[in-house]
Structures are given as structure tokens and as C-alpha cells.
């Protein structure tokens, strides 16, 4: 059906009975990976081919139409393909779904840097080991050593793993495999976008569209006229939140006003 269509595969663009050509030999350390965000509208029946779990079906960006930021992608690959830890773009959450295969997740929470994994102070860069195999090799199993360990797991053909925003993760296929992607803005993430968005880096920070800069004014203005209040809103239930999470419990507030009273005589 698409064999002949060219589909985006690490740095170039492949015809599909290419790849697939290529993945049956791939014996290498890192072997090529199709990740390609056009798909839908290149075979627009494969766009068609799924649904979006009801879990995610609010989706912010979705605004903004023609001109929101590349958010789904198919993914295919041998065994030993995949990703090295990132971040997903634009401060986003994130769903994926196998449909063929197996794939092992490794999940650090955004306050725990990977081992081994260095990004830059401004968040444009990140520095990984050359391949998964060499992160696996040389740092995995000091992990098993830490106090706040990563979230790991296999997921397989019909299960689908969601990614919080801001979460580093790597993934490594356990055979061949074949999995859809969507990245997404809902209410609870809405405010983390708003500020990714208006760093003043933007301009190197912001992908998956041509326009980084003028992203956020785009995206504030189409939020406000869809749903007028939200933004607000979600800053007054933000703010509330922060407050109380200031206050001291009741049992630091008994200890507190009772830490003087106590004297003790030998």
C-alpha cells in the first residue's frame, strides 16, 4: 500500500519496503529507527486506522489546527532500536501504543537526571552515551543501588504507556515493533507548555514547527478565545496549591507552638 512512500529514518528518508529490507539484516549496535510525524498525512487511512484512548482525548494544542507542533509519529524498528533519554519536546505528556512487538521503558522523574546523561544548562542539548546497548552496559545497574529508583517496564502488543511531562525516558524495541505516538497539552499540563513556551531560548528550545518564536503568542491567544477563564483559572488553582502547601500540618503547627514549654530538671 505505501511501500514506495518515503518515511522519515534517523537522519534521511527511506521508502518503506527499503527500511523494511534494511531491518531484517540490521545487526547492528544502533540500528536505524523509522520515527516519522507525517504519516497520517502521507497515508491518510493510516491516520484513520486508530483512535485516540479516551485517557487522552483532551488535547489543548489542538487549537491552533494546521499549525500546531508535529505531535503524533509511527514508530518501527529491529530489536535494539529505539530512543536514548530525552525529555519530549515543548514540555508535553505524551501516549504510546504498541502494536507489534515489545518495547522496555526506562523512566526517571524530572528531578533525576539519568546517570550518564548531561544536559545542557538552558535545556537545548542533551549529552547521551553513544548507544542504548553502552547505557545499559554501563550504567543500568548502578540505578538498582539508588534510593529513588527508576519506573521500568515492558510494554507489549495492545498496552499502551503514558508519559508524564518533563520525564526523562529511553526505550529500547525487545523485537521487531511497531507503535504510534501522540504527544498532547491537556488542563492539568497547560501551564507548563505556556511557560516552555515563552523562555526567552524559545527560539532553539521549541520544535516540531517553523515559527518557534511566535509559538506561544499563538497559542495563549487561540487558548483564551476557546476557552475564555481557563488560563486564569488554572494560575488561581495553581497558586492555592502553592499556598498550601506552605502551611505547616497540624501536627508541626502543635509542635511548633509547643517546642518551648517543655524544661526538664536533673
Same mark, same amino acid.
Given at each position: ?18 527500511y523494511f529490507r534494511y531491518s531484517d539484516q540490521a545487526r547492528e549496535e544502533r540500528p536505524l529507527y523509522l520515527f516519522d510525524p507525517k504519516f497520517a498525512e502521507k ?6 486506522? &486508530? ?47 504498541? *502494536?507489534?512487538?515489545?518495547?522496555? $521503558? ?25 548507544? *542504548? ?6 550504567? &543500568? ?9 527508576? *519506573? ?14 518533563? $520525564? ?54 487561540? *487558548? ?43
Amino acid at each position: 500500500m505505501c511501500g514506495d512512500l518515503r518515511f522519515s529514518v534517523g537522519p534521511v528518508e527511506m521508502k518503506l519496503e527499503d527500511y523494511f529490507r534494511y531491518s531484517d539484516q540490521a545487526r547492528e549496535e544502533r540500528p536505524l529507527y523509522l520515527f516519522d510525524p507525517k504519516f497520517a498525512e502521507k497515508v491518510p487511512r493510516l491516520g484513520l486506522d &486508530y483512535e485516540v484512548p479516551a485517557y487522552f482525548n483532551e488535547d489543548l494544542f489542538g487549537v491552533l489546527g494546521n499549525e500546531r507542533p508535529d505531535y503524533r509519529w509511527i514508530i518501527i524498528g529491529p530489536a535494539g532500536s529505539g530512543s536514548s533519554f530525552h525529555i519530549d519536546p515543548n514540555s508535553t505528556s505524551a501516549w504510546n501504543a504498541v *502494536i507489534k512487538g515489545s518495547k522496555k $521503558w526506562v523512566l526517571f522523574p524530572p528531578d533525576l537526571v539519568p546517570p550518564g546523561v548531561h544536559p545542557s544548562p538552558d535545556g537545548a542539548e542533551v549529552a547521551c552515551p553513544v548507544s *542504548i546497548i553502552e547505557w545499559f552496559m554501563n550504567f &543500568y545497574a548502578a540505578t538498582k543501588e539508588w534510593k529513588k529508583k527508576p *519506573i521500568e517496564c515492558v510494554c507489549k502488543a495492545g498496552e499502551v504507556i503514558f508519559v508524564p511531562n518533563g $520525564w526523562w525516558h529511553l526505550v529500547i524495541n525487545l523485537e521487531d515493533s511497531i507503535a504510534i505516538t501522540q504527544n498532547f497539552v491537556s488542563r492539568r499540563n497547560l501551564l507548563n507548555v505556556l511557560d516552555f513556551l515563552k523562555r526567552p531560548n524559545a527560539d532553539t528550545l521549541v520544535s516540531g514547527t517553523r515559527d518557534r518564536v511566535n509559538l506561544y503568542d499563538k497559542f495563549k491567544n487561540a *487558548i483564551e478565545t476557546s476557552f475564555p477563564g481557563t488560563i486564569d483559572e488554572l494560575v488561581l488553582k495553581a497558586e492555592e496549591k502553592k499556598a498550601q502547601q506552605k502551611k505547616p500540618s497540624f501536627w508541626e503547627s502543635v509542635t511548633d507552638s509547643r517546642a518551648g514549654a517543655f524544661k526538664f530538671s536533673f
